[in-house]
Structures are given as C-alpha cells and as structure tokens.
C-alpha cells in the first residue's frame, strides 16, 4: 500500500516524535523543537519555547494511538478530531501538490501536529494497514517502528538500534 507522500510525512514525524520520549529524552530545549519542526518541513509558525511542553506532553498519545490495533485506533483519532475542531480543507504550498489539512496554521504547533497525524492515520486505519506500526526489535529498546517498505522489513526505530543489534550479532557469531 502507498500512502500519499503528505500522508507519509506525517507519520514518519509523529513516529519519530513519539520515540523522543524513550530515555535518554531527544527533545529537552526549544532548539530540538527547532530542529524537529524543520527537519519534517512543518508549514506554519514556527514553534516558540512556550510549545516545547506541549509537544512534549502529547508524545504518550501518539506511543498510544500507534501501539493500539485498528479498532482501539479508532476513537483515539475521533477524539483529535473532535477536540481540535478538525475541518478538512484541500491546500497546497511550497512544492506540494493539493492535499488535506485539517487545521489552520495558526494553531499550536502541538495542535497542527496531532491533527496532521490524526489525518494521516485515518488512512492507515481505512486501509487496514495499522500492521505498518510495531515495537523496536532490540531487547533493550522501547520505540515505535514505523514500516512502509515494500516487503515489510524493517524491525528497529532507528539506525542506532539497527547498528547496535547488528554489532551485538557480529559479536555474537565470532565467539561461537
């Protein structure tokens, strides 16, 4: 299943969000929500240091709404978009071809990203696709994976976990 690239930004972000809250902590100052903001080219005001506990704070709902199955999903995202006040509207900017959002960018970024996020996984869950989440495949490691290869490979939630079980069996195998 491909999932429109807005769609897949959205998801690869709120991913990626969501792990941050694993220890040790990656979003502790306004400059790693800088750094976040623009590394996922969000649209809208930049987020200001008062929106670093905020977005902070939603990082469990998001750990939430991946880790649950397709039916317990499902209230999860009504709830954002009944608490935001979410109205789709189609809109295009930068080099982005039509597509939804669902709140004005205006908003709180913590706002803009659980709507965005909400949006996108309406997708997931009409697709019958929530297979695409799981739990990192390292023993010591607790983040969410988001898998959109093709053949459904990927098993840890960052090149750190890859590399860090990769060595571990490495070392494994030398000493046999």
Not at 96 to 122: G, Y
Request: charged share 30%; glycine share 4%; proline share 5%.
């Amino acid at each position: 299943m491909a999932f429109a690239p807005d769609t897949v930004e959205a998801l690869e972000s709120s991913v990626f969000l969501a792990n941050t809250a694993l220890e040790p902590d990656t979003l502790i100052a306004p400059s790693d929500l800088e750094e976040f903001y623009v590394r996922f080219s969000y649209t809208g005001a930049a987020p200001t240091g008062r929106e670093l506990e905020p977005v902070r704070d939603i990082r469990s709902r998001l750990r939430q709404l991946f880790t649950a199955d397709r039916d317990d999903a499902v209230p999860l995202v009504n709830a954002i978009l009944v608490e935001q006040r979410a109205i789709p509207q189609l809109t295009r900017h930068g080099e982005t071809d039509w597509h939804i959002h669902a709140t004005t960018e205006d908003r709180p970024f913590h706002e803009r990203i659980l709507v965005e996020t909400a949006m996108a996984m309406i997708d997931v869950i009409r697709a019958d696709e929530m297979g695409r989440f799981g739990r990192c495949g390292a023993a010591d490691c607790e983040g969410v994976v988001i898998d959109l290869s093709r053949n459904r490979s990927r098993k840890y939630c960052s090149t750190t976990c890859t590399n860090r079980e990769a060595v571990a069996a490495y070392r494994s195998r030398q000493r046999s």
